[in-house]
T-cell receptor, first 113, second 114 residues
Framework: DVKVTQSSRYLVKRTGEKVFLECVQD?????MFWYRQDPGLGLRLIYF???????EKGDIPEGYSVSREKKERFSLILESASTNQTSMYLC????????????FGQGTRLTVV | AQSVTQPDIHITVSEGASLELRCNYS??????LFWYVQSPGQGLQLLLK??????LVQGIKGFEAEFKRSQSSFNLRKPSVHWSDAAEYFC????????????FGQGTELSVKP
């Protein structure tokens, strides 16, 4: 199975800080996604990338940016953290093939105070 | 825009009763559809998936789902619910002509009463 590792399980940051969330996969899969998960709202797509240096906005990109310099690593950046960005952040990886399933990181619980 | 809608935020069923969780999608081409389950404090686990062929697909834990193109639906069913099925369920669709974009529904929380 693909292993997807997020750099932190829990993070507490102050309002206005720049925050980096890292995601690393151990297989050669093309697609990587960042979602935030909030009660009653499901998983909302922030950004995704289908290749190195390629990125596409999801449904809620405001206040976030991403970086994918290497195929195995996809970073989510909160340029200036705000309290409404307190959430669970999930990294997801898929292959480009038709018969694919998603592989999930363990999640990062970010609290902005 | 493509979307996935799960109309029921929370459902409660009695143990042993049948279950149906609804999922509707909005996508012009043939969708690739999934159901995932998330138990409290756990990650998401794949229950089943549909790509093509037989519109009734079987999954793990006794779940099945039926793809109905005419209704743009992919409802999840189980004939007899167990207390351990209490969890949150997510429907998802992959948009292959957008680089494999993966969209989830809002989720349905299932409670099971004795």
């Amino acid at each position: 199975d693909v292993k997807v590792t997020q750099s932190s399980r829990y993070l507490v940051k102050r309002t206005g800080e720049k925050v980096f969330l890292e995601c690393v996969q151990d297989m050669d899969h093309e697609n990587m996604f960042w979602y935030r998960q909030d009660p009653g709202l499901g998983l909302r797509l922030i950004y995704f990338s289908y290749d190195v240096k390629m990125k596409e906005k999801g449904d809620i990109p405001e206040g976030y940016s991403v970086s994918r310099e290497k195929k195995e690593r996809f970073s989510l950046i909160l340029e200036s953290a705000s309290t409404n960005q307190t959430s669970m952040y999930l990294c997801v990886v898929t292959d480009r093939g038709v018969n694919t399933e998603a592989f999930f990181g363990q999640g990062t619980r970010l609290t902005v105070v | 825009a493509q979307s996935v809608t799960q109309p029921d935020i929370h459902i409660t069923v009695s143990e042993g009763a049948s279950l149906e969780l609804r999922c509707n999608y909005s996508y012009g081409a043939t969708p690739y559809l999934f159901w995932y389950v998330q138990s409290p404090g756990q990650g998401l686990q794949l229950l089943l998936k549909y790509f093509s062929g037989d519109t009734l697909v079987q999954g793990i834990k006794g779940f099945e789902a039926e793809f109905k193109r005419s209704q743009s639906s992919f409802n999840l069913r189980k004939p007899s619910v167990h207390w351990s099925d209490a969890a949150e369920y997510f429907c998802a669709v992959v948009i292959y002509n957008q680089g494999g974009k993966l969209i989830f529904g809002q989720g349905t929380e299932l409670s099971v009463k004795p």
